[in-house]
């Protein structure tokens, strides 16, 4: 079955001669230093690797939804989750309802920086105490004139500490999710703050931050959609962004299918490779029905979003399977490693590390699991 055409294959082909030489050689250094340096996002958009969806008269790619999920592949097999989450989030989650909802106005006014990697962005939704109920954001939006200001603080924000505009989700109503509203906010807008958070178990080389909004001042302007309507923008940016993250998985798979093949081809004990080892083929064939089935599920989704059908439920299916296997898939290489997969001199180890955060990022598995038990049911397990 073929899926890619020959535009798609010489896309891959550009972002994997990206990732190799520019990205690969410094991940290491990157992630001991805990932060990954700013040339990457202008270099990205001079290869065109950003706002490949987006229409050219804002210097997008006019692309299709594929061509997205092949750039999150590459970049996943990177070994980087650090390098691939900011990707995404900046392509497939923060940047795509402005294209989709925003004012010509606002368009016309970051849409190119995005894509030339001049403005990078973040999508602020994660509260201290929220976490998966988007419904419940405490951050709140007054009006103030021609002005709305912005109070309260988000949590666990990929891109956080060096975005130069956040997507933020705040309330401007009464309680649930018709209060809530969409802002494009400039970081550095006073009483804009962002804390660094270090010492996590991966993604070791991603700017992920805490933000503090005090009295922040954005013009009413500045609102993507319209007031009250922000949750949809929410559920919408999530549903997106879990095909990114999905396809991210499936690029971490099949890093991982590359390692544990090339490693247990020339890796020989018993006087043989331990590839021929029946326990070893268990393990790689494991691991590269987790990266098909996973790729299935993803290209589903962007197939729906590229004919305009609904996707949400199917993007639930495809971001729980492959967070789930892409773990099972860096589980599985580790074994097929030894104990070099457990040093860092050795891919899987990193893998494993990154894959584990997929499980909990856009959602969690379990509340993966409630979405497409209610869609399927039409009963709601959420209070």
Same mark, same amino acid.
């Given at each position: 079955? $073929?899926?890619?055409?020959?535009?798609?294959?010489?896309?891959?082909?550009? !972002?994997?001669?990206?990732?190799?030489?520019?990205?690969?050689?410094?991940?290491? *250094?990157?992630?001991?230093?805990?932060?990954?340096?700013? /040339?990457? /996002?202008?270099?990205?958009?001079?290869?065109?690797?950003?706002?490949?969806?987006?229409? #050219?008269?804002?210097?997008?790619?006019?692309?299709?939804?594929?061509?997205?999920?092949?750039?999150?592949? *590459? =970049?996943?097999?990177?070994?980087?989750?650090?390098?691939?989450?900011?990707?995404?989030?900046? =392509?497939?989650?923060?940047?795509?309802?402005?294209?989709?909802?925003?004012?010509?106005?606002?368009?016309?006014?970051?849409?190119?920086?995005? =894509?030339?990697?001049?403005?990078?962005?973040?999508?602020? !939704?994660?509260?201290?105490?929220?976490?998966?109920?988007?419904?419940?954001?405490?951050?709140?939006?007054?009006?103030?004139?021609?002005?709305?200001?912005?109070?309260?603080?988000?949590?666990?924000?990929?891109?956080?500490?060096?975005? %130069? !505009?956040?997507?933020?989700?705040?309330?401007?109503?009464?309680?649930?999710?018709?209060?809530?509203?969409?802002?494009?906010?400039?970081?550095?807008?006073?009483?804009?703050?962002?804390? *660094?958070?270090?010492? $996590?178990?991966?993604?070791?080389?991603?700017?992920?931050? *805490?933000?503090?909004?005090?009295?922040?001042?954005?013009?009413?302007?500045?609102?993507?959609?319209?007031?009250?309507?922000?949750? +949809?923008?929410?559920?919408?940016?999530?549903?997106?962004?879990?095909?990114?993250?999905?396809?991210?998985?499936?690029?971490?798979?099949?890093? =991982?299918?590359?390692?544990?093949? +090339?490693?247990?081809?020339?890796?020989?004990?018993?006087?043989?490779?331990?590839?021929?080892?029946?326990?070893?083929?268990?393990?790689?064939?494991?691991?590269?029905?987790?990266? %098909?089935?996973?790729?299935?599920?993803?290209?589903?989704?962007? #197939?729906?979003?590229?004919?305009?059908?609904?996707?949400?439920?199917?993007?639930?299916?495809? $971001? &729980?399977?492959?967070?789930?296997?892409?773990?099972?898939?860096?589980?599985?290489?580790?074994?097929?490693?030894?104990?070099?997969?457990?040093?860092?001199?050795?891919?899987?180890?990193?893998?494993?590390?990154?894959?584990? !955060?997929?499980?909990?990022?856009?959602?969690?598995?379990?509340?993966?699991? &409630?979405?497409?038990?209610?869609?399927?049911?039409?009963?709601?397990?959420?209070?």
């Amino acid at each position: 079955m $073929k899926i890619f055409n020959e535009q798609h294959e010489m896309f891959r082909a550009t !972002v994997r001669s990206f990732v190799d030489k520019e990205i690969a050689p410094h991940i290491e *250094e990157w992630e001991a230093a805990g932060r990954m340096p700013r /040339w990457i /996002w202008p270099r990205m958009g001079e290869l065109g690797l950003l706002g490949v969806e987006y229409d #050219d008269k804002y210097g997008g790619g006019g692309s299709d939804v594929l061509t997205s999920a092949v750039l999150h592949e *590459e =970049c996943a097999r990177s070994r980087s989750g650090s390098f691939a989450m900011a990707v995404g989030v900046h =392509c497939d989650m923060a940047s795509p309802h402005l294209y989709w909802t925003g004012s010509e106005a606002l368009k016309e006014k970051y849409l190119p920086a995005i =894509c030339r990697g001049e403005a990078l962005t973040a999508i602020a !939704v994660t509260e201290p105490g929220g976490g998966s109920d988007v419904a419940a954001i405490r951050t709140r939006a007054v009006r103030d004139g021609d002005h709305y200001v912005i109070n309260g603080a988000k949590m666990f924000i990929t891109n956080g500490t060096w975005a %130069d !505009v956040a997507l933020v989700f705040a309330r401007t109503g009464g309680p649930g999710h018709r209060g809530v509203s969409a802002f494009l906010v400039p970081t550095a807008a006073a009483g804009f703050t962002r804390r *660094e958070i270090h010492g $996590k178990l991966g993604l070791r080389g991603q700017a992920t931050a *805490e933000l503090a909004f005090d009295g922040v001042r954005v013009p009413a302007s500045a609102m993507v959609g319209t007031e009250g309507k922000g949750f +949809s923008v929410a559920m919408a940016a999530l549903a997106k962004g879990r095909m990114s993250v999905a396809a991210g998985c499936v690029g971490i798979a099949r890093g =991982c299918l590359d390692a544990a093949v +090339s490693y247990a081809t020339q890796r020989r004990q018993f006087g043989k490779p331990i590839a021929g080892h029946q326990l070893v083929q268990r393990l790689i064939a494991s691991i590269a029905v987790d990266a %098909d089935a996973a790729r299935l599920l993803t290209l589903r989704v962007a #197939d729906l979003i590229e004919r305009g059908l609904p996707f949400g439920t199917e993007s639930s299916m495809a $971001k &729980l399977f492959a967070s789930e296997a892409a773990v099972r898939a860096a589980n599985n290489a580790l074994q097929v490693f030894g104990g070099y997969g457990y040093i860092d001199e050795y891919p899987v180890g990193k893998y494993l590390r990154d894959a584990r !955060v997929m499980t909990l990022y856009e959602g969690t598995t379990q509340i993966q699991e &409630l979405l497409i038990g209610r869609a399927l049911t039409g009963v709601s397990a959420f209070a």
